[in-house]
């Protein structure tokens, strides 16, 4: 599934903007062709998927949803917005950041330990 | 909807765990993360990790590089082992903590039904949810399961937050946070 990345060229027009440009992070963050180092890349999508976990738990709970296969459907929601947004969205070539494997499991474990533990939470507080 | 809180252990149980995880991180900070050692420490693994990374990209492949490849990498993980070092100290003092925390939670929820899982767990992870419980009502959830996942989230998220996690190149962090991780 190889998509001509269009991420190399303008990466490198990227770097030589003159600073003066005060882009606020939001728009760096939409901008497709801000360039990314790695560091910065993950903890962005650290902190997606931890705020998808919260998000999902809390729903899940208030409504509530009730059986394990809300937890499948949790995982694809919460692995699918992530890839959405590192390849649709921000156009990284995932080569450079160690191949979908390594973006996709970054924060990964927290997130679902979060995500069940708000949905059990909201469920034993609100429904009992 | 009036609800009963017939579940409010549940909230305790979340407190006394957010508690400890602001107390291990405290004495982190104060056993190892202020010392000039460790940010030195810090600083030199970020430097070898970021240099790795150039030498590794595909651009420039030589042999000139590939020398100085293998020497970036064994000066990361000198760093990196001086850092698990440095960081087994404060790492004893937390395992106390967290066992003395442990023992005081199953004294005060010993056989208690703290949540209701909205699902029912595999025998697997029944062991741990249903520990201590009567009864075969899988739904019902017990203060080791409800402790362990606040311990993983709540901890992970918070050295996150506060950037006490371990520098990726030198955790090499898979699918589950390496064991050493838990100690600090």
Redesign the interface.
Known sequence: MKKPRSNKAPAKQAQQQPNGTSDSKLAKFLDPNSSWD??KL??TL?WIR?AI?LFCGLL??AI?????I??VLFVAISTGTVYWVYSQRLNIDEE?FGGHGAIL?E?????F??F??C???V?????? | MAFSLKYLDALAVVSISFATALLCEAISWLLIYRTSSYKSLRQSIDRASKKLDMLKSPSNKSASNSKKLDRVETSLKESTRDLSLAKFKSGGVVAGVLIVVFGLLNSMFEGKVVAKLPFEPIPFVRKMSHRGLHGTDWTDCSMVFLYFLCSISIRTNLQKYLGFAPPRAAAGAGLFPMPDQKMN
Do not use: C, M, N, R
């Open positions: 790695k560091d993950l903890d650290y931890q976990g899940w709970g509530p949803l009730v059986g394990a809300w937890i450079e499991q924060g990964f474990f927290a997130s330990t979060l069940l533990l949905w059990i939470l469920y034993s507080l609100v429904h009992f």
